[in-house]
C-alpha cells in the first residue's frame, strides 16, 4: 500500500516528470473536440495496455468505429494496430520511433499518416484544456470508483463547455455566409 488514504491510487513515474502517487485515466478525443471515453485503470498500468479497452469504450458509448486514431508512442502494441484496423479503422498513427517502425516508410510518409501526426497537436490541447482549466490532473476524492466519478464529472464539465463553443463556431459560420 502506498497510501493510507487510497489504497488504490499507484506509485507513477512517467518520463522526465516527477512521480506521483495517483490514477493514470485515460481520455479518448472525437473528431469535434469532445472526450468520448474515459476509462481510469487500477494501479500504474501501461498505456499501450489500456489502448484497446480504450477504444472499445468509446466504441460502446459512440457506436461508432473510429476513422482515425492516433497516439503517441506510449501507445505502441503493434497486435492492437492490426486487430483494430482489421475492423475498420483506416488511419491508426503512432507516432515516435515505435510507431514508425511498425509500418512501411510510404505508409509514414504518406500525407495521410503526415496528418494524422500532426493533428495529435489537438489532443494535446484538449489535455492541457482539461488539465488547468478542470483541473483533471487533482482529485479530492479516494478509492478508484470515487476517482471515476470525480474525473467523469470534470469530463462531463469540459463538455459543455465544448458544446457551447461548437455551437459559437457554427453560429459564426452562419453570420459570415449570410453576410457574403
Known amino acids: 500500500m502506498l497510501s493510507l488514504s487510497d489504497g488504490d491510487a499507484a506509485f507513477i513515474k512517467k518520463g522526465g516528470r516527477e512521480p506521483k502517487i495517483g ?3 485515460q481520455l479518448g478525443r472525437s473528431k469535434n473536440g ?3 471515453t474515459l476509462v481510469v485503470p487500477k494501479g500504474n498500468a501501461a498505456d ?3 489502448l484497446n479497452g480504450t477504444i472499445e469504450d468509446h466504441i460502446m458509448r459512440t457506436e461508432v468505429i473510429p476513422q482515425k486514431v492516433s497516439t ?3 501507445y505502441a502494441n503493434a497486435k ?3 486487430k483494430w484496423l482489421s ?3 483506416e488511419i491508426f498513427s503512432i507516432s ?3 510507431g514508425k517502425n511498425m509500418i512501411t516508410e510510404e505508409e509514414w510518409e504518406s500525407e495521410e499518416y503526415k ?3 500532426n493533428n495529435r497537436s489537438a489532443v494535446e490541447s484538449m489535455m492541457f484544456t482539461i488539465k488547468h482549466n478542470f483541473e483533471f490532473g487533482v482529485v479530492m476524492r479516494r478509492g478508484i470508483e470515487n476517482v471515476r466519478a470525480e474525473l467523469l464529472e470534470k469530463v462531463i464539465a469540459y463538455n459543455f463547455c465544448r458544446i457551447l463553443e461548437v455551437k459559437k463556431q457554427n453560429r459564426k459560420r452562419e453570420l459570415q455566409k449570410v453576410a457574403a
Open 23 to 25: 490514477y493514470k485515466p
Open 34 to 36: 469532445f472526450v468520448s
Open 48 to 50: 499501450s495496455g489500456e
Open 72 to 74: 503517441d508512442d506510449g
Open 80 to 82: 492492437i494496430r492490426t
Open 87 to 89: 475492423a475498420g479503422v
Open 96 to 98: 515516435g520511433s515505435k
Open 115 to 117: 496528418e494524422s501526426r
